[in-house]
């Protein structure tokens, strides 16, 4: 166990949050045993659908639950909790898939459930501990963690693809349980060393002089620029900061100010209902509902889509399905780390805001989902759309950790955890709509397999609508913010 902030304490408490991330994202790993379930037990698509977001909704809707255990049970105690449930999910389902426990969809959905919020809660305490550890240049440490949660899906696509690629049934039993040793043991290993280095006292009096310039850097990171920025524009566009109320002629008294630095200081923590009335805590919430929605849908889902597609070659459609579950990962995690790094850089230098970042992945899923329906007639043509598709998704998961901060470091967990029933709720809607669009074209085919274009077209015309609406939403933030004005 680390204690002291020391370089190496920092770094192996920076390598153990990445491991842990890497192994919190089951919900990027379903696409790889998610088709073989679907043909053994003889789902529905929409049947499929349920079972298929079932670990996004367990690590979306477990957000609050997750942010409870961390602030009640810190954060080895809550990894303790996730490492647990990281075994039972996974090995029950394995159990499931050799005829030892009963197959109906909603059992599987609960341990997949169980297993989206273990990785829920380990996720949230690697950033969480990143979060203490590591104040200047936050958005590029927890995109980096955010990045390598999303590398998930290409470590264990390519060990389904290499180790457990048979088709006599064995391979999905095998990489189910080989998943839940690996994520339970990654999260073991941070329970014991995952954790703040620091109280936050440490920071507070007995600096020395020669560290004023990290501690001006750490307070710009930790400013948060929405509530200062909403204090400055005021009720009414009446209210101004201290050095405005000054004239020629009188002094502010004493008490003024100190009332003025109250409110000041009480609009630097939003969380709750507040957060989510906050024009930019709302425009976050319906990015994430969108574009997390949309991009989760796909990848859980793009197995039933190259299976719908003409494909040229013999590769068998496991190995076109674990491409694309890497490909996805790989795109999803450079875009975390990507942007999560740019918006860094154009907050400190240019005085741009991170809400401008969740406009560029709105209007690049649009033009993805346009040329989606329009272009994409055989399985080949899909891949830059996995590719786009990924690196808007990890844009807003790569960014969102870091903009939520701005309200509040203390209200971080819990901001975030109530944050995260957007992409919950968008997963499952959008889900259920391809589903439901997916089956009634089988019908009107004829066959239990979908097969064309049109089997897929109608719930991504509903995607664009979405997406408009929210590139609507986030106009009208940054208006209302004036965040259309550089802060530099």
Not at 154 to 173: L, P
Request: proline share 4%.
């Amino acid at each position: 166990m680390l204690h002291q902030p020391t370089k190496f304490a920092l770094a192996v408490s920076f390598l153990t949050a990445i491991l842990v991330a890497n192994m919190s994202g089951p919900q990027y790993v379903y696409p790889a045993f998610g088709t073989s379930l679907t043909t053994k037990f003889n789902w529905s698509a929409l049947e499929n659908s349920l079972v298929s977001t079932a670990s996004f909704v367990g690590v979306s809707f477990s957000g609050p639950l997750c942010a409870w255990m961390v602030e009640y049970l810190g954060i080895r105690g809550t990894l303790r909790v996730s490492g647990v449930l990281a075994f039972a999910g996974p090995f029950l389902l394995a159990q499931t898939y050799a005829g030892r426990l009963p197959s109906h969809f909603v059992l599987c959905a609960i341990y997949l459930a169980c297993l989206g919020i273990s990785g829920a809660a380990a996720y949230l305490c690697a950033l969480d501990s990143q979060s203490h550890n590591f104040k200047a240049y936050r958005g590029m440490s927890m995109g980096l963690t955010s990045a390598s949660l999303g590398l998930c899906g290409v470590v264990f696509s390519q060990v389904n693809d290499h180790f457990f690629s048979k088709d006599d049934g064995e391979g999905a039993y095998g990489l189910l349980l080989f998943m839940s040793i690996a994520m339970a043991g990654g999260m073991a290993i941070g329970a014991f060393i995952l954790g703040p280095l620091a109280p936050p006292s440490d920071n507070d009096d007995d600096v020395p002089p020669n560290k004023n310039h990290h501690l001006k850097d750490d307070e710009e990171e930790q400013q948060p620029l929405l509530q200062d920025q909403q204090l400055a524009i005021g009720n009414n566009n009446h209210q101004h900061y201290v050095d405005d109320f000054l004239d020629d002629d009188t002094t502010l008294d004493q008490q003024s100010i100190a009332a003025r630095s109250d409110i000041s200081t009480e609009s630097r923590e939003l969380s709750s209902l507040e957060f989510f009335l906050h024009p930019a805590g709302f425009a976050l919430f319906v990015a994430l509902f969108v574009v997390l929605g949309l991009g989760y849908v796909y990848l859980a889902s793009v197995g039933q889509i190259l299976l719908s597609l003409p494909a040229a070659g013999s590769a068998s459609p496991q190995h076109l399905r674990n491409v694309h579950v890497s490909v996805f990962s790989l795109a999803n995690c450079s875009a975390r780390a990507a942007f999560g790094t740019l918006s860094d850089l154009l907050k400190r230098h240019w005085g741009v805001h991170r809400l401008w970042m969740f406009v560029g992945a709105t209007v690049g899923i649009l033009f993805n989902m346009i040329y989606l329906i329009t272009f994409v007639n055989t399985a080949d043509d899909l891949l830059p759309v996995t590719v786009a598709m990924a690196v808007m998704y990890g844009t807003v998961f790569g960014v969102a950790p870091a903009a939520t901060t701005e309200f509040g470091t203390q209200a971080f967990a819990r901001n975030w955890g109530w944050l995260l029933y957007a992409p919950a709720f968008g997963s499952q809607i959008f889900n259920i709509l391809f589903g439901a669009l997916y089956d009634r074209e089988a019908q009107r085919q004829g066959t239990h397999l979908c097969h064309g274009p049109s089997c897929f077209r109608q719930t991504y015309i509903v995607g664009i609508g979405c997406a408009l609406s929210c590139i609507a939403v986030l106009t009208w933030a940054i208006i209302k913010l004036r965040l259309y004005q550089t802060s530099r």
